[in-house]
Nanobody
Framework: QVQLVESGGGLVQAGGSLRLSCAASGRTFSNYALGWFRQAPGKEREFVAAITGGGGFTYYADSVKGRFTISRDNAKNTVYLQMNSLKPEDTAVYYC???????????????WGQGTQVTVSS
């Protein structure tokens, strides 16, 4: 079992930055690939970014490539999402999730946090 708790969401103006954190507890953190997903009102939950267990490989949705950076600190059992050049369309609840393999498929993620709200004003 892995427990995930996100933090760092908030209200920011377009063009601004936020850094989300996700603290994990439970089984060996580095055994899991981690991902960030987001869900806007009335929309499906969508993939944002993923990182391998060791942190050596990352993958991004086209909509955030070049603006968002996923990273992890296995000594602190924490994964981060640095979000720059934020746009109003980035407004959503952001979730971190853990999977036994490196993937962008939502259904492959077994463990989820409770989410943190990010709101970008125009």
């Amino acid at each position: 079992q892995v427990q995930l708790v996100e933090s760092g969401g908030g209200l920011v103006q377009a063009g601004g930055s936020l850094r989300l954190s996700c603290a994990a507890s439970g089984r060996t953190f580095s055994n899991y690939a981690l991902g960030w997903f987001r869900q806007a009102p009335g929309k499906e939950r969508e993939f944002v970014a993923a990182i391998t267990g060791g942190g050596g490989f990352t993958y991004y949705a086209d909509s955030v490539k070049g603006r968002f950076t996923i990273s992890r600190d296995n000594a602190k059992n924490t994964v981060y999402l640095q979000m720059n050049s934020l746009k109003p369309e980035d407004t959503a609840v952001y979730y971190c999730a853990a999977a036994s393999k490196y993937t962008n498929r939502k259904d492959d993620y077994n463990y989820w946090g409770q989410g943190t709200q990010v709101t970008v004003s125009s």
